[in-house]
């Protein structure tokens, strides 16, 4: 014990020769030491002496002993001599020296790399990660090795392997992984496939920090910008800001309020390797994973070749900007898709909800067509199908499409009234267009899709007594204004001032609408239009800020 004292001070003021022959002693005193070839292996691990430092930690490894064996080893030591002198410092330096094994793998898995016994690294990496599966340390040490020999799907495995034990750190190394591979293979079209795979995995989630990962439409310079780290730095930047890249709260009232960003850019931290002591910094949060992985999308598609791997590259491209906020920047990449790919009908679906979003609705039209005549169109977008059909004068298909939806569809719905009176609205047929909205009103009153919670809070002297909450018929979707334009084309100007007041009072303010409308001409001329009019507050028409999209909602 003594002897094993001195030698570990020594060792510790680096007088590595004085320590070797310090420690030699234990060995000839006791050659089945638990600690002093442990300790011998470090000082020549120190000094680069790979050839005996691995013999020295071989040792270590073979006389190792468990935390309880080497606590009844420490007692009959001490019990086993008589000192005329105060020892127990010594005897505590010694007991606390015990050291947990695997220190003994992470020295001689790391001796063998530097000593380029690639090999034997490896299988002391391996049995690091047998020894402790759920630590990071020996896939990190084996996935560095691997992809140091350039093994770089054997290092693809490993991290993926390592997924499943802590999937956010995972992913994250293998984002910083296929970065690295492709620094040396920028073309390699394989590479950018993985990577924006990996990143699109990741894109539909909710972005770290609002509007970062997102495009947003900047009304001054009426401009769609995706938002990076760097320009979101200039976003937040409250000393230098970008005077054209100001965000305003939408959910502010009264005068808009710009938005204050903030954000802290975070690293991923490090791990401290047992027994070798170094420090690996471990990778950092996936920022980006839209922006980037479009980037490395769009750059797979150019390099690879084959037609389905390019369809569904531009499929996710399509998906990536849906989901950063842009179906207009979405609508050419799903396009590219169905033209390498015509039978993706989750691709079309897809195209469908984008060309509605965008106005493009004959290129909707288009698509629902080759759904439903493809067998592949689905319950909503057949109610849409039937909706377009019907902006398009196509009345007979619109009439099919309806009738084989109630033929299946298990209970009544309220929106095949409404549409069938909008149908016979547009071919100029009043009289079944009212019945058929007057269905549609009456099926709401009676059906749960169309009803919205309304609460009332009822107050006596000014003090709340109860708040009650209870379903109303959701106004907004009564059909008023058509029944009004309606009956106003049949010259029933009773029941269409009627329905008329009725949908100013339910919110309809559209001015244009009010003033062009050619079913309302009988009725402009009279005092009690005028009359309508003045007490109507009318929508602003004057366009103020566009509605910023955040893709991370």
């Known amino acids: 014990m003594h002897f094993f004292f001195w030698g570990v001070r020594e060792y510790e003021q680096k007088n590595y020769s004085n320590a070797v022959r310090i420690l030699s002693k234990v060995v000839a005193l006791d050659n089945s030491n638990p600690l002093v070839f442990h300790c011998l292996g470090k000082i020549y691990y120190d000094q680069q002496k790979w050839e005996e430092a691995e013999l020295m930690f071989t040792y270590a490894l073979q006389y190792h002993i468990d935390a309880a064996a080497f606590e009844m080893y420490t007692d009959s030591v001490i019990n086993s001599f008589t000192y005329p002198y105060e020892h127990r410092c010594i005897d505590n330096f010694f007991g606390s020296s015990y050291y947990n094994k695997i220190e003994d793998y992470y020295f001689a898995g790391t001796l063998y790399e530097k000593w380029n016994h690639t090999n034997e690294a490896e299988i002391y990496f391996r049995k690091i990660i047998d020894l402790d599966q759920d630590g990071i340390g020996g896939y990190l040490k084996l996935w560095q090795l691997q992809e140091k020999l350039e093994r770089y799907v054997e290092a693809e495995k490993t991290i993926t392997y390592y997924t499943g034990v802590n999937e956010e750190q995972g992913e994250r190394e293998l984002n910083e992984f296929y970065r690295r591979v492709l620094e040396k293979y920028p ?21 770290k920090s609002m509007y970062l990962d997102s495009i947003v439409w900047f009304p001054k310079i009426n401009k769609e910008i995706f938002i990076d780290l760097d320009t979101y730095a200039r976003m937040a930047d409250r000393n230098h800001p970008d005077k054209d890249l100001i965000l305003y709260d939408k959910l502010s009232t009264g005068s808009p309020r710009e938005v204050t960003l903030n954000f802290e850019r975070h690293d991923g931290g490090g791990f401290s390797l047992p027994g070798t002591g170094n420090y690996i910094p471990l ?15 769009s750059k797979a598609a150019d390099i690879l070749a084959e037609k389905n791997i390019l369809a569904d590259v531009n499929f996710k491209i399509g998906n990536m900007y849906v989901w950063a906020g842009s179906k ?10 169905l033209n390498l790919l015509p039978s993706n009908a989750n691709a079309r679906l897809n195209l469908v909800n984008v060309s509605k979003a965008i106005y493009k609705n004959r290129a909707a039209l288009t698509q629902l067509n080759y759904l439903y005549d493809s067998g592949q169109i689905n319950f909503p977008k057949r109610m849409l199908f039937a909706e377009f059909s019907i902006h398009a004068g196509q009345f007979e298909k619109a009439d099919r499409l309806l009738t084989e939806t109630e033929a299946y569809y298990p209970y009544i719905l309220p929106e095949i009234a409404d549409l069938r009176g909008r149908r016979y609205m547009l071919a100029d047929k009043s009289k079944e267009a009212i019945q058929y909205y007057k269905n549609y009103i009456n099926i709401s009153t009676n059906n749960e899709q169309l009803l919205i919670d309304h609460s009332e809070t009822f107050k006596v002297d000014g003090k709340k007594v109860k708040s009650v909450t209870y379903s109303v018929v959701d106004k907004r979707r009564i ?3 058509s029944l009004a334009r309606l009956y106003a084309k049949a010259g029933n100007s009773k029941e269409a001032y009627k329905w008329l007041e009725t949908a100013v009072e339910y919110g309809f303010n559209y001015s244009f609408v009010l003033k062009y409308d ?4 009988k009725l402009r001329n009279s005092s009690k239009w005028e009359s309508l009019m003045k007490n109507i507050v009318f929508r602003d028409y004057t366009l103020k800020t566009k509605p910023v999209t955040d893709g991370s909602n």
């Open 187 to 207: 073309e390699d079209g394989n590479w950018n496939h993985r990577l924006g795979l990996l990143l699109y995995s990741k894109a539909q989630a909710k972005s």
């Open 479 to 481: 059909p008023a204004y």
């Open 283 to 297: 990778a950092g949060p996936v920022y980006l994973p839209r922006f980037d992985g479009i980037k490395y999308l």
């Open 518 to 521: 050619p079913y309302m001409d």
């Open 328 to 337: 207009k920047q979405a609508y050419p990449y799903y396009v590219k898709s």
